[in-house]
C-alpha cells in the first residue's frame, strides 16, 4: 500500500518585545535562573496582567506580511493544564477569536514555488523552563528545578493549514517563515535560544483516501535539520504500525536527536480538555484601523515586493529572487552590491551571492553581516570578470584570497601580487594551441570522428598551458577555428 504524509505545523514564535506581555519583566535572554520573574509571572495573589502594546504591533505586522484579516477585536482565554513551569495552572492565550485570521506564505522546494495556507496566528504568552541538571536537591538525590525567567515572554503561535505532504515541504516552509519574522524584526530567530519552536502534527493516510488519519504532535523542536527528520521518523512509525495491525493514538511526543526516533511524552488533549474560558482579568482586544495603517507605514519591503522588483528591475529568475529574499541581511547584503556594480550586473551578482558568499560563510559558520569581503570589495572583482581581467575561475582564486584578507582584500592587488591577468593576446593563445594540437594528435583525431567531449578535452590542455589565464572564450573560439 501506498501512504501520503499529511503535516500541518505550529510555530511558537517569540516576539522580540524588551519586557513580557503581561507584565514589566524583562525577556532577555541568559540571566540568572528566576532573576527575571516578577509578582505578575509567579501569579501571586492579588496581581493582574497588563496588555504590552508592542506584542500587539508586532502580531498586527505579521498579519500584514502574509495578507490575513486582522481582528478588529480579538479575546483572550484562559487555557487549563499543569505544568511545573507554570505558576498559574493556566495560560493566557488566545481560542475563539485570534488576532491574525487566515493569510498565506510562499515557498520554494528546490525550484519548485509552493503556497501555503495559513490558519491563525494568536497571541499568548509562554510557559517557564524546568532544568534537569545534575544538582543535589533537599535529600541529596540530582533534582529538577524550575526557572520561571522564560514565563509571561509573548508568543505568537502561528498555525498553517494541514497541506504539507512531505517533511521537505515542511522545512521548506519553516525556513520561509522563520526568514519572514526575523525579516519583520519581531523575532530573532534564534533557535538556539528557544526564540523560533516548531511543533510538527504528522499523520498518514492511503493514497486516494479524503479522511485524515489520527495525528500525533511532536513537540518543541527547534532545528530545520531534525524537523525533516523526526517527520520522517515518525511518518515511518505510523506507517509500520498501521500494516502491522496496530492503531496510531493520538498523543504528544518528542523528538530525541541522538537516538533519531520520536518518543511518547504524553496523551494528546483536544481543545476541551483544556476548559478554555474568557479571561476575566483582559478587555477584548481593540485594534483600529489608524493602528493597522500606522503599523504597515512603518514596515520595511516584504520579501515577496523585494523579489518581484528583482525579476522585474534586474531580469533574475524567480528562483534566484526567492533565495536572495529569505534573508533580509542576505537581501541588503545583494542590493548593496548591485548598487556598487550596477543593474546589468546584477545577474553575476546575485551568482557569487548565492554561491561563494554563501559557501564560504556556511564553511566558516558566519553570518552575512561579518561577511570579511564587503559588497564594495566583491564589485571590484565582479568589474575584473565583466573587463575580462581575469577568468571566473580565477575569480574564485582572488575571492579566497580576499576572504583571507590578502592585501587588505583589494581584488585589483591581490591580481597584480600574484600575475593573475587574462591573455587575451589571440597571437599568444593561438600558438598554445598549435602546441596542443600537435601534441595531441589522437584526441583531435577523436573530435574530428564526432566525438564532441575530445574538445574540451583540448579547451583543458590549453587552459592548462596557460596556467588557468587564457581567455575561456578566445580559447573556445580559435580552436574551433584552427580544428575546422
Known amino acids: 500500500m501506498k501512504w501520503e504524509i499529511v503535516i500541518g505545523l505550529e510555530t511558537h514564535t517569540q516576539l522580540s518585545t524588551k519586557s513580557k506581555i503581561f507584565s514589566g519583566s524583562s525577556t532577555a535572554f541568559g540571566a540568572a535562573p528566576n532573576t527575571q520573574a516578577n509578582a505578575v509571572d509567579m501569579a501571586l495573589p492579588g496581581t493582574l496582567p497588563v496588555m504590552n502594546r508592542e506584542a500587539v504591533a508586532k502580531a498586527i505586522s505579521f498579519g500584514l506580511a502574509i495578507g490575513a484579516k486582522v481582528a478588529p477585536l480579538s479575546v483572550f482565554e484562559r487555557k487549563h493544564y499543569f505544568y511545573p513551569d507554570l505558576p498559574k495552572n493556566y495560560q493566557t492565550s488566545q481560542l475563539e477569536i485570534p488576532v491574525v485570521q487566515g493569510g498565506k506564505l510562499n515557498y520554494f522546494v528546490g525550484e519548485e514555488e ?28 540530582p533534582s529538577t528545578g524550575i526557572d520561571l525567567n522564560r514565563t509571561g515572554t509573548p508568543l505568537l503561535e502561528i498555525v498553517t493549514e494541514p497541506e504539507l505532504r512531505s517533511a521537505a515541504e515542511a522545512v521548506a516552509y519553516a525556513r520561509a517563515l522563520h526568514g519572514l519574522v526575523v525579516w519583520l524584526g519581531i523575532c530573532d530567530g534564534n533557535m538556539q535560544e528557544g526564540s523560533f519552536r516548531v511543533d510538527a502534527n504528522v499523520s498518514v493516510r492511503p493514497f486516494g483516501q479524503k479522511e485524515f488519519g489520527t495525528r500525533t504532535e511532536i513537540k518543541n523542536v527547534n532545528s530545520f535539520r531534525f524537523l525533516e527528520r523526526a517527520i520522517l521518523f515518525e511518518a515511518r512509525r505510523q506507517i509500520e504500525l498501521i500494516e502491522d495491525g496496530g492503531k496510531v ?17 504524553r496523551t494528546k488533549e483536544d481543545a476541551h480538555d483544556y476548559r ?3 479571561c476575566p482579568d483582559l478587555p477584548p ?13 512603518e514596515m520595511p519591503e516584504l520579501p515577496a515586493a523585494r523579489r518581484e522588483r528583482y525579476e522585474s528591475e534586474f531580469g533574475l529568475p524567480a528562483y534566484h529572487a526567492a533565495q536572495l529574499t529569505l534573508s533580509r541581511p542576505v537581501s541588503d547584503y545583494f542590493e548593496a552590491l548591485v548598487a556598487e556594480t550596477g543593474a546589468e550586473q546584477a545577474k ?17 559558520e558566519l553570518e552575512i553581516n561579518a561577511c570579511p569581503v564587503t559588497p564594495a570589495q566583491l564589485a571590484k572583482l565582479i568589474a575584473r570578470i565583466a573587463d575580462n581581467t581575469i577568468s571566473h575561475k580565477i575569480a574564485r582564486d582572488v575571492f579566497q584570497s580576499m576572504w583571507s584578507g590578502e592585501n587588505d582584500a583589494d581584488a585589483d592587488a591581490i591580481i597584480e601580487a600574484k600575475g593573475l591577468k587574462q591573455i587575451s593576446d589571440s597571437g599568444a593563445i593561438s600558438s598554445m594551441i598549435d602546441e596542443v594540437i600537435a601534441a595531441n594528435p589522437a584526441i583531435v583525431a577523436e573530435f574530428r570522428a564526432g566525438k564532441e567531449k575530445a574538445f574540451n578535452s583540448l579547451v583543458g590542455q590549453v587552459m592548462k598551458a596557460a596556467k588557468g589565464k587564457a581567455n575561456p572564450a578566445q580559447v573556445n573560439e580559435i580552436l574551433k577555428q584552427k580544428l575546422a
Not at 485594534?287 to 493597522?292: F, G, K, L, R, Y
Not at 551568482?351 to 559557501?359: L, S, T
Open 249 to 265: 493514538i493520538q498523543e504528544t511526543r518528542l523528538y530525541d536527536e541522538t537516538k533519531d526516533e520520536t518518543r511518547s511524552m
Open 285 to 297: 482586544l481593540v485594534i483600529s484601523q489608524e493602528w493597522i495603517e500606522r503599523v504597515k507605514s
Open 114 to 141: 509552493k503556497t501555503l495556507n495559513l490558519t491563525r496566528a494568536h497571541l499568548e504568552e509562554d510557559a517557564g523552563k524546568s532544568l534537569h541538571e545534575d544538582f543535589e536537591g533537599f535529600l541529596g538525590e
Open 276 to 278: 478554555y474560558f474568557p
Open 348 to 364: 553575476l551578482a546575485s551568482n557569487w551571492v548565492m554561491g561563494d558568499v554563501m559557501a564560504s560563510l556556511n564553511r566558516d
